[in-house]
């Protein structure tokens, strides 16, 4: 395709290029951006991802969540267009996590953001990467500072030489959490592969079985689960489908195709909203314990028009090993869980139904109608389920709870063990687990065990260490607790105060 001329290309608007940056505030950032035309985008990330009872959930940029997504499709490029500083940080964590590709990078100053030159520079990166020998894709993510300076993605060509080419805004202002940001580019690719398949005919997946009923599973889940989850669906004819999010290309059109969706993280509402459009029955929760496990196959059973005998048989293939590991590995501790991945839910029911009390739990993530059912179960059961939680919540609530053994984010954990509390990252120790089926059922009581043991031991370590460390007790060569001199602080909140008087008398 030829590329657009010259004066297709809109210039961005200037008060973001001329003002305060990337560091402007939520609010200046969304003014900005919808000054530059960004209104509708700006819009529907609002109604895909709406904020909760405070601005935004601590956790790493958000927009980690649609370069992760890219990195891990093969013949996907991933091009980033942003401030340097952050592409830097993206990049490291990328990488960090064990990505091994190459990650793409449109750098561009004040005048190419306010003359529209960064949106040429843009469509001559996709041009010169779009090469079908390479890549069935190219992803161009747009970062806070290009979003708000309206830099128009939408006006890229749709394909070049075969390769799609797909634009997206992924505002720290405007999606709230990396898990979110998954489903931005998740729900995109959706959309092009469906009208692609809408229009003609479309590259046959890999391993497609013709006649197969299968169910598509959402949401990034640990490798074993899917064999787990497929094992449990075969006794009623349904076989997997691909994930979402994809691993290539041609794996979307398998997806699509599937009888039904199971939205088994629920934050994923652009891409639910691509499975409904194709005609594609929905399903909340998963096969989580017992109860959970039962209620999702039959609900399964239902959206796919099995017979109720059929979902019987299946029941009865799995829930007794369900119970036998459930019962061999109970779980005797109270536990509070808190995290951004989305399972929050899930991880709380499976602890509970082993045993354990869990007096709360915490997600970063938004309420939908696909963890409805998860929420009434705990709720039922005494659970306090708290949407949209900062980390001032998810602490508080440790507080008041008293666990045996917290699981939450890296600043939750490093406060839980300065409590002399036990605690885990939920990402890397929590995730990293099965969570369906029998695997799952005896998954968390061993860790669980080994880490409440341990809770003695803290107590002792905070109490020998009790001072150590702390704002007015840290480092070393100190036999007494260091005194300031008299005054120096009053005289530091001074200089503050009128070096700060002297900027803004300046305009700086």
Known sequence: MDQLPLTAVPEAAAPLAAGSGCHGGRETLDAAARAAGKSATMDKLAAD?????????????????????????????????????????????????????????????????????????????????????????????????????????????????????????????????????????????????????????????RQMVDGERTVALIGELFPADPMGVGA????????????????????????????????????????????????????????????????WLASIGRAAGIPDSVVDLAKQRVLPAIRAALANAPIKARVTVS??????????????????????????CPRTEWSEADRQWLEARGTHVQYRASLEQDVAAMRDAKPDLALGTTPLVQKA??????????????????????AGAGSMAAIVAAQTKGRERFSRMVSFFEGVGTPDGAGYGFKDKPVDPPGFRDRQRKLRLAKAKAEESVGT
């Open 232 to 295: 449990m669906l075969a006794p009623m004819g349904l076989a997997l489908a691909p994930q979402t999010p994809a691993r290539e290309w041609r794996d979307l059109y398998a997806a699509l195709d599937c009888e039904v969706a199971a939205a088994v993280h629920p934050f994923y509402t652009a891409s639910i909203r691509e499975f409904r459009a194709a005609g594609r029955p929905v399903v909340g929760s998963g096969p989580v314990g017992l109860e959970g496990t039962e209620a």
């Open 417 to 438: 063990k300065e409590l002399g509390i036990p605690a885990l990252y939920f990402t890397n120790m929590v995730s990293a687990r099965p969570l369906f089926g029998p």
């Open 339 to 364: 995290g951004y991945e989305g399972s929050e839910l899930l991880v709380a029911r499976l602890l509970s139904e082993a045993g354990a009390e869990v007096p709360y739990v915490g997600t970063a």
């Open 49 to 205: 991802y709406p904020q909760g009872p405070h601005d935004q959930p601590q956790s790493m940029c958000p927009a980690f969540g649609s370069l992760r997504v890219g990195l891990r499709m093969r013949r996907t490029a991933t091009i980033l267009s942003g401030s340097a500083c952050c592409v830097y940080g993206l990049t490291f964590t990328s990488h960090f996590y064990g990505a091994r590709r190459t990650v793409g990078y449109v750098p561009f100053n004040s005048e190419t953001l306010v003359t529209g030159k960064l949106f040429e520079d843009i469509r001559d990166a996709v041009h010169a990467t779009a090469k079908p020998e390479d890549y069935d894709a190219v992803v161009i993510i747009n970062l806070c500072v290009p979003t708000a300076s309206g830099v128009p993605l939408d006006l890229l060509p749709k394909q070049i030489d075969g390769v799609r080419i797909i634009g997206i805004d992924v505002p720290g202002f405007g999606v709230p959490t990396h898990a979110e940001a998954k489903d931005v580019l998740a729900g995109a690719m959706l959309r092009y592969a469906r009208n692609e398949a809408e229009s003609g005919p479309v590259a046959r997946p």
